[in-house]
């Protein structure tokens, strides 16, 4: 009688640095969501700030669900206005309570897409949330459009000792991805690196999957084939696959190495 050996179910788990699942886009299966999540193998979803309008919701979604997601705390560069300063106090608080937990300073950073109105306070508000974090010993989540290189120019100009973190949805050349990385921060990439005229690939297969972190930014940039409508953390196995299939390697490796970078940056 021939024996029958069984190979170990390994279940493949990935971490989504970045998700607002918060946002009213989920208002209505939040819990279903985040079970779609679990059940894809993602059972670790950090949550990013955006400002004082949406503080006290993510706090709710993180009561509500403490064992999956992980809040972060910070002003969103979009939200900078001439008050920002009652903003950047908010955050400060936020940061002091003993009864919360942050994981990151984030998302934080400068966005000049749509508006260059606040250019100034946007670099001032940044610089600002950069100590905050080195003051509270935690990495920070960069936003960062039509803005890398002035981003970049404020990192390594101010040298903030222990300075680490992530670059939110990644869209800089290969230039401007060794720059980041050489300054000591991952490089996240979510459903963009699905699109064919992103760019994102080129820049996917020469980076270290060690520079590497998987998001999705749900609601938003849904991956193929879900493009055109909300996006999800369940979806992250997709972005995966399309980095393992770019790096030539397979999905678990690039579910182990990109969790193992995110957690040890997080402290998880």
Not at 32 to 50: H, N, Q, T, V, Y
Not at 86 to 114: C, H, N, T
Not at 119 to 125: A, D, F, G, M, S
Request: hydrophobic residues 40%.
């Amino acid at each position: 009688m021939t024996a029958a050996y069984f190979l170990p179910f390994i279940r493949i788990m990935y971490t989504d640095t970045h998700t607002h699942i918060y946002d009213e886009a989920f208002d209505a299966d939040r819990g279903e969501m985040i079970s779609r999540a679990l059940d894809a193998g993602i059972d670790r979803l950090f949550l990013p700030a955006i400002d004082s309008t949406s503080h006290e919701k993510m706090s709710e979604v993180v009561a509500a669900f403490p064992s999956v997601c992980f809040p972060m705390m910070g002003l969103h560069p979009t939200s900078v206005d001439e008050n920002f300063q009652q903003e950047l106090e908010v955050v400060s608080a936020y940061l002091e309570r003993p009864d919360m937990k942050f994981y990151a300073v984030g998302e934080i950073g400068v966005d000049l897409y749509w508006d260059k109105t606040h250019e100034t306070e946007q670099l001032e508000v940044f610089r600002v949330q950069l100590q905050m974090a080195s003051f509270h010993q935690l990495p920070v989540v960069i936003h960062t459009r039509n803005a890398m290189d002035k981003v970049l120019d404020v990192l390594e100009k101010e040298q903030i000792p222990g300075l680490r973190g992530i670059f939110h949805c990644f869209s800089g050349s290969l230039e401007q991805a060794r720059r980041a990385t050489k300054s000591g921060f991952l490089l996240g990439i979510g459903g963009v690196v699905t699109y064919k005229s992103s760019g994102l690939q080129q820049v996917v297969a020469v980076a270290g999957l060690e520079h590497l972190v998987l998001e999705t930014d749900a609601p938003w940039l849904p991956p193929v084939p879900h493009r055109g409508h909300r996006n999800e953390p369940a979806y992250l196995p997709l972005i995966a696959a399309a980095v393992a299939r770019i790096k030539g390697t397979t999905p678990e490796e690039v579910a182990r190495q990109t969790t193992s970078n995110a957690l040890t940056l997080f402290g998880v």
